[in-house]
């Protein structure tokens, strides 16, 4: 599991913004909705290379955007 605090400023190596920490696949991945990159985590340890993320399709993508949490609305 990635600290919270750590989670909250990982942000993605492409376009800077945001990730969310979901499932795929039976492991937890740090997830950009905007580019569609899953970027997975090893030891706990995020591996944020975009050579290395995982590109993800439509279908797949829904069903990461439905796991993720309501945003904060302040």
């Known amino acids: 599991m990635i600290d919270p605090d750590l989670l909250a400023i990982l942000v993605c190596p492409s376009?800077?913004?945001?990730?969310?920490?979901?499932?795929?696949?039976?492991d937890r991945v740090l997830y950009n909705p905007r580019m569609r990159r899953a970027y997975r985590i090893e030891d706990g340890i995020p591996v944020l290379l975009v050579d290395e993320a995982a590109t993800i399709g439509d279908d797949e993508h829904a069903r990461l955007i439905a796991q993720a949490p309501p945003a904060d609305r302040r």
């Open 15 to 26: 376009d800077r913004g945001p990730l969310l920490l979901v499932e795929r696949s039976g």
